[in-house]
């Protein structure tokens, strides 16, 4: 299926990229475009509150009677209401899932309900914003599978292949949405003076020669052999491979972000206090997957991909290793160690 060809000089804006796109598939209804347009209409709002969430103290007379630490602390609870109040009568999902809600976000009643569920993370890294580091919006659609109108948990936990669509937004130095429905990845910078997403990175492909190492090192001593045995092995101090530059924000999109566009990996092992691992699946490992997969990396928990586990829980947990397949593929065969060293 011929994907749209434009290049980073075309002046494209996200909807008009998201119309062609769905006439690639003529069976399209439009509603998955719609999710999308809604989405960016969620982001514009969102980085408008969050690029002046420095200023609040200032603002805080003419804005409202919030002050900075207020609105810092709210801003995630601000994304997350954007979204499901951007989001939830469109007509085209029949449930939503937060990070910031324990359970299933139902359609309000009186609302047209549609085929597909939205499953995202508001503001990941929110506690960064106050030093100043990017933080994000992650989001993953699915269809749904069950019969009747609202959705259920099983719409909700579904394996991450059977995702529709995936993105990203980065409040950055620039405010950027990064999407794919399985057309490659494409990559869209707001341009605050006019409100629109416009086309600056088509065709997103992760270098197979990766740069950069990203992970909390600070947890060495709670990672078992291997895990240690394979930082050593991105550092070029075990097995001769080229030492990865180590950068780390400790914001996910941000650090996802850069090492999708300049190759490497990001790494979240599983300790000994946080055995699963840190990352949830549903709405950040797995539509972070699916990007990464698209642009030609990899996603693993280590052990199996992260778009073939079956979720069991909607904030559950999981390792995570993304980013340059070869990168990726070494984090999977130093790991196997595991098991032999169960078995042996
Ligand atoms: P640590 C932010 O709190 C977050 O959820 C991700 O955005 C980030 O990658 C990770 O946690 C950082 O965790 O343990 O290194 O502080």
Avoid at 4 to 24: D, G, K, P
Avoid at 208 to 215: A, I, K, M, Q
Avoid at 244 to 269: E, K, M, Q, T
Avoid at 277 to 282: A, Q, S, T
Wanted: glycine share 10%; hydrophobic share 35%.
């Amino acid at each position: 299926m011929p994907v749209v060809q434009h290049t980073a000089t075309s002046v494209v804006t996200i909807e008009r990229f998201i119309i062609e796109e769905e006439r690639l598939h003529p069976t399209a209804t439009g509603e998955l475009s719609g999710i999308l347009y809604d989405i960016a209409l969620a982001a514009k709002m969102i980085a408008n509150k969050v690029r002046r969430a420095g200023l609040a103290d200032i603002l805080g007379s003419t804005d409202s009677s919030n002050i900075q630490g207020e609105i810092q602390q709210k801003l995630d609870v601000f994304a997350n209401d954007t979204i499901v109040k951007a989001m939830d009568h469109g007509g085209r999902l029949c449930a939503m899932a937060s990070e910031e809600e324990p359970g299933i976000i139902p359609i309000p009643d009186g609302f047209r309900t549609g085929k597909y569920c939205l499953l995202f993370d508001p503001l990941d890294g929110s506690s960064n914003i106050d030093v100043n580091v990017p933080v994000g919006t992650i989001f993953s659609v699915v269809q749904k599978i069950t019969r009747g109108r609202h959705g259920e948990m099983e719409d909700m936990l579904q394996p991450g292949r059977r995702q529709v669509a995936a993105g990203y937004v980065i409040y950055g130095s620039s405010t950027m949405l990064v999407y794919t429905t399985g057309q490659g990845v494409h990559g869209f910078t707001l341009d605050p003076s006019i409100g629109e997403f416009l086309l600056s990175h088509p065709h997103i492909r992760i270098p197979d020669d990766g740069r950069y190492l990203s992970v909390n090192d600070s947890y060495e001593a709670q990672w078992d052999e291997p895990t240690k045995l394979l930082m050593r092995k991105y550092r070029g101090l075990e097995g001769g491979r080229k030492p990865l530059s180590v950068r780390y924000v400790g914001s996910l999109v941000a650090d996802f972000h850069r090492n999708l566009l300049g190759g490497g990996i990001f790494c979240y092992p599983s300790n000994k206090r946080a055995t699963g691992g840190k990352l949830r699946l549903l709405y950040e490992a797995s539509p972070l997957s699916f990007i990464c997969e698209q642009a030609g990396g990899a996603a693993s928990n280590g052990v199996e991909r992260i778009l073939d586990i079956q979720p069991s829980e909607l904030h559950q947990r999981v390792p995570l290793f993304i980013g340059s397949k070869r990168d990726v593929d070494l984090a999977v065969q130093t790991l196997a160690q595991r098991s032999e060293l169960v078995e042996a």
